[in-house]
């Protein structure tokens, strides 16, 4: 497992400078640049616009812009960003909190909602409450995010029971840190939960297709047959290689972390990197894309890795040798 957790490893470097070149062509031959639309602003004089051109190297070739930028990269320096006119690092390290919390959230109110669900609906299959959640999940699947976010926004605006927006209130720093967690809870209820709908949807059927599959497996009859406790059959023996298939998903959920909430994080006014992200491809902020991007292909594939390992240690037939 060190050995091939070693080699993973390796392949991550040479992964990440063809994902950072090819974002870096595609970028650059894109029409129009940042500071061509600094150019219509008559309050910037064309030799400051010169000035900043030359700074950052953007009169180079291409490639010499790649190297220079990969060289400042592995002396841990992300670049300037345009837009912001900070360090790209100042930029990110601002709102990876931000959408850190919003995805754990998500991931937790879909994980926690969506086994359980399809664990019940194998175990009455067929039966009224199983078609009304299959009925539901249908609804979820196609429910748009951004539509589903709007209707929580409107029936939050109508009660008035949670915040419209925002991450914290305008009393937060004065609040204690029991009071600031549940702060933050209630504003991040309304786009976790428009996040994970469609998701629960999904995950739901899927756990409910695993759980019918293994259900009925020789070794399950074998263990009803020898007097097991049915909670014991469903839930240490069933449920354990239900899930296996599960883990794998999970390993694209930390890219999720950076990317998949653009329109929503706009939609609920939460400060994250989706709308970052989005925002710095319209602006052609070039080194806050690359550094956006990068990050994403990073925890992909570290979330892939973990993914693997946590399946090779729940599942003992599944093994990474040479």
């Known amino acids: 497992m060190l050995r091939y957790i070693l080699r993973r490893?390796?392949?991550?470097?040479?992964?990440l400078l063809v994902m950072s070149l090819l974002t870096f062509i595609l970028m650059q031959k894109t029409s129009g640049s940042f500071y061509d639309t600094l150019k219509l602003n008559p309050q910037i004089s064309p030799e400051t616009i010169e000035r900043y051109i030359k700074l950052y190297q953007l009169d180079k070739p291409l490639l010499v812009q790649y190297f220079s930028w990969l060289t400042n990269l592995f002396h841990f320096e992300f670049g300037y960003s345009f837009f912001y006119n900070i360090p790209v690092a100042d930029v990110i390290g601002g709102r990876l909190w931000n959408t850190f919390v919003l995805s754990l959230a998500s991931l937790i109110l879909t994980w926690g909602v969506a086994i359980p669900l399809g664990i019940y609906a194998a175990l009455h299959r067929n039966k009224i409450t199983d078609r009304l959640i299959q009925f539901t999940s249908y609804i979820a699947l196609a429910s748009p995010t951004f539509f589903v976010a709007m209707l929580l926004l409107y029936f939050a605006s109508q009660s008035g029971i949670l915040p419209l927006g925002g991450m914290h209130s305008a009393n937060y720093d004065g609040m204690n840190?029991?009071?600031?967690?549940?702060?933050?809870?209630?504003?991040?209820?309304?786009?976790?939960?428009a996040l994970s709908i469609s998701s629960i949807g999904a995950?739901?059927?899927?756990?409910?297709?695993?759980?019918?599959?293994?259900?009925?497996q020789q070794y399950i009859l074998t263990a009803r047959a020898k007097g097991l406790p049915e909670n014991r059959v469903i839930y240490s023996h069933a449920l354990r290689n239900a899930i296996n298939?599960?883990?794998?998903?999970?390993?694209?959920e930390f890219a999720g972390l950076l990317s998949g909430a653009a329109l929503l994080e706009i939609?609920?006014?939460?400060?994250?990197?989706?709308?970052?992200?989005?925002?710095?491809v319209q602006s052609k902020d070039i080194y806050l894309v690359m550094a956006s991007f990068l990050l994403s292909g990073f925890l992909?594939?570290?979330?892939?890795?973990l993914a693997d390992v946590l399946l090779a240690r729940l599942d003992p037939r599944i093994r990474y040798e040479k």
């Open 9 to 15: 490893l390796l392949t991550i470097l040479p992964i």
């Open 177 to 193: 840190i029991i009071e600031k967690f549940f702060d933050v809870l209630r504003h991040v209820a309304i786009p976790a939960t």
């Open 203 to 216: 995950l739901q059927r899927i756990m409910r297709g695993n759980m019918l599959e293994v259900l009925g």
């Open 245 to 252: 298939p599960l883990v794998t998903i999970l390993g694209y």
């Open 267 to 280: 939609i609920c006014s939460w400060p994250g990197l989706g709308a970052l992200m989005l925002t710095a």
């Open 300 to 305: 992909l594939i570290i979330g892939n890795l």
